[in-house]
């Protein structure tokens, strides 16, 4: 499950990344809210964690542009403000939550398992595959014969982007952006992670077409 945090205070920010990322979440971070919402507009992101007084664009405005688009992605607010009225200006623009600094990482835990549970917890969490795979799209995890492959973080991420474009190809430059987070990475790597993750389910499990890049289909 890929999450997005944004948070100015660095210290603050990295202890939150790393506690989700030993909880298996796939954890992207900014520090302020141009960056953040330039990356949802570019990304898939199951649940946005926001600080609200970062810079160039606040937690409530970036929320507020996502709510006039219809995009009802779940929000997370964490701050150190607690005046009544700025909470009820959060959840007026349409946040799901709130957690005051300071909080113990355990409580941001359940929050999120909670919101995943409402969000997602009717959907289809098994996207069923050739082959014998299948993609647990809460986890975002791949298994053969409902056994987890074991895939590096770079893997991952390559999987993940082409399971939330199934069916359609996903460019190189696309891949480049999403995954490796640099326009110039050379097309080998590119090549050689994807034989990476062939090898370990199947050949055609990846297709790929001049031109156009790579898809994941069923």
Same mark, same amino acid.
């Given at each position: 499950m890929r999450l997005l945090l944004l948070e100015d205070d660095l210290e603050y920010k990295q202890t939150i990344k790393e506690y989700l990322e030993s909880l298996k979440y796939e954890v992207d971070d900014f520090d302020n809210g141009e960056d953040a919402l330039d990356a949802i507009y570019e990304n898939t992101y199951h649940l946005l964690i926001l600080d609200i007084r970062v810079p160039k664009l606040n937690g409530y405005e970036l929320v507020k542009i996502l709510r006039e688009e219809?995009?009802?992605?779940?929000?997370? #607010?964490?701050? $150190?403000?607690?005046?009544?009225?700025?909470?009820?200006?959060? #959840?007026?623009?349409?946040?799901?939550?709130?957690?005051?600094?300071?909080?113990?990482?355990?409580?941001?835990?359940?929050?999120?398992?909670?919101?995943?549970?409402?969000?997602?917890?009717?959907?289809?969490?098994?996207?069923?595959?050739?082959?014998?795979? $299948? #993609?647990?799209?809460?986890?975002?995890?791949? $298994?053969?014969?409902?056994?987890?492959?074991?895939? $590096?973080?770079?893997?991952?991420a390559v999987v993940f982007t082409l399971i939330s474009n199934l069916n359609e190809f996903v460019s190189l430059d696309r891949l480049r952006e999403e995954v490796w987070n640099d326009k110039y990475i050379c097309e080998a790597d590119i090549r050689i992670c994807i034989k990476k993750i062939r090898d370990k389910t199947s050949k055609d499990f990846i297709l790929n077409q001049r031109g156009l890049g790579y898809k994941i289909g069923q």
């Open positions: 219809k995009n009802d992605i779940p929000v997370i #607010y964490i701050t $150190s403000l607690t005046d009544i009225n700025n909470l009820s200006l959060g #959840y007026e623009l349409g946040c799901n939550d709130y957690i005051k600094k300071p909080f113990s990482p355990k409580e941001l835990r359940y929050r999120i398992e909670e919101l995943i549970k409402q969000f997602y917890g009717n959907c289809k969490k098994i996207i069923l595959l050739n082959g014998g795979l $299948s #993609y647990n799209i809460i986890k975002t995890e791949l $298994s053969l014969n409902d056994v987890p492959i074991a895939l $590096s973080k770079k893997e991952c």
